[in-house]
C-alpha cells in the first residue's frame, strides 16, 4: 500500500493520529491544521499549501470525527480555514474518504460522484472501544460538577446500549447507587442481573425525582420540560447522547436545572487513547480495501 495519507481538519484527536501514523512510517499531507503546533517539528508530516495539494499526495483521505457540527462546515478547530462540505466533496473525485458521524445529507450531495465514502463511527470496534473514554468523561464531568462524591449518590443512566453498560459498571465500581433506565424487558432483565436497579421507561416518572445525578446516553429527547418538573431542582443532568441529545435543555435552564450537553468525549478526555483506538479501526480498513 501507498504510504502516503492525506488528513484534513479535525480535533486533538486526528493531532495525535497523524503523530502516530507519522511514527509507523506514513508521511501525513495536512490542510486546515497549521495550527497544531505539535505537529510542526514532526517527521513524516507535511503541511500542504492547499487543500487540492494535500488530497493529491493520496488516494486515501481523512477527515475529521465528527466530520461536521453545523451540516455545512467540516471541523476544523486547529484552523483559520473554513472548509465547506460540498467543497470538500467537489475535490474528492476518485479518492476513498474516512470520516466519522456523516450525515445521510452528506451521502446524498456525493451520490453519483466517483468517491467512496467510509463513516468510521459506524464501525463496531471503534463504536466499542470510544465507550470506555466516553464513560470515563462522564464520571469526570460529574465529579467536577458536584459538591458530593460519586461513592453513595443516586445516579440514573438512561439508556443500556454500549455506553450504558460501560458506564453503569464504572459507577457501581466506585460506590454508586445505579439506576438503569430500558424500554426493552431484555434489558431490564440483564439490568437486574448485573445487579442494579432496573426503571422501566413506563415508570421513570415515578421514579426520576430520587436521583442526584442523570446521565443520558439515548440522542433523543426524553427529559422533556414536563418530566424535568419531576427531577430534583440541585441534581445534575450530564446529557452525553449525540445531536440533538436527549434534553429539553431550553426546559432545564429555565427551571434552574444544571445540564452540561458533552459530546465528543473521547477527543476531550482521552485524545492520544482515541487516537490510537482510531488508528486500530483504520488499519482494520485498509486491509478490507487492498
Request: hydrophobic content about 40%.
Amino acid at each position: 500500500m501507498n504510504k502516503n495519507l492525506c488528513i484534513i481538519g479535525g480535533d486533538l484527536r486526528i493531532v495525535k493520529l497523524i503523530e502516530i501514523l507519522a511514527n509507523d512510517g506514513y508521511t501525513v499531507y495536512t490542510y486546515a491544521l497549521e495550527e497544531a503546533e505539535s505537529l510542526m517539528q514532526c517527521k513524516g508530516v507535511i503541511q500542504s499549501k492547499t487543500m487540492v495539494d494535500a488530497i493529491a499526495s493520496s488516494d486515501i483521505v481523512i477527515g475529521p470525527i465528527p466530520l461536521s457540527s453545523n451540516k455545512v462546515e467540516i471541523n476544523t478547530p486547529f484552523s483559520k480555514e473554513n472548509i465547506t462540505i460540498t467543497d470538500l466533496l467537489a475535490k474528492l473525485d476518485g479518492k476513498k474518504f474516512i470520516a466519522g458521524s456523516i450525515s445521510d445529507e452528506v451521502m446524498a450531495l456525493a451520490d453519483g460522484k466517483n468517491i467512496e465514502i467510509i463513516d468510521i463511527m459506524t464501525r463496531e470496534e471503534l463504536t466499542v472501544l470510544n465507550t470506555i473514554s466516553t464513560a470515563e468523561g462522564a464520571i469526570q464531568i460529574a465529579m467536577q460538577e458536584t459538591l458530593s462524591t460519586i461513592h453513595g449518590s443516586n445516579v440514573l443512566v438512561l439508556g443500556f446500549g454500549r455506553v450504558g453498560k460501560i458506564l453503569s459498571k464504572m459507577l457501581n465500581g466506585i460506590g454508586a447507587r445505579v439506576s438503569c433506565e430500558a424500554r426493552k424487558e431484555s434489558d431490564i432483565a440483564w439490568i437486574k442481573a448485573y445487579g442494579y436497579n432496573p426503571v422501566h421507561l413506563n415508570v421513570l416518572d415515578e421514579n426520576i425525582g430520587k436521583y442526584d445525578i442523570i446521565i443520558n446516553t439515548i440522542p433523543s429527547i426524553i427529559l422533556n420540560s414536563d418530566r424535568l418538573d419531576k427531577v430534583k431542582q440541585d441534581c445534575l443532568i450530564i446529557d452525553i447522547a449525540s445531536n440533538p441529545g436527549g434534553v429539553d435543555r431550553d426546559a432545564a435552564r429555565q427551571k434552574g436545572i444544571k445540564t452540561i450537553w458533552a459530546l465528543a468525549l473521547p477527543g476531550k478526555v482521552a485524545p492520544i487513547t482515541s487516537a490510537e483506538f482510531i488508528k486500530e479501526t483504520i488499519y482494520n480498513i485498509f486491509k478490507e480495501i487492498n
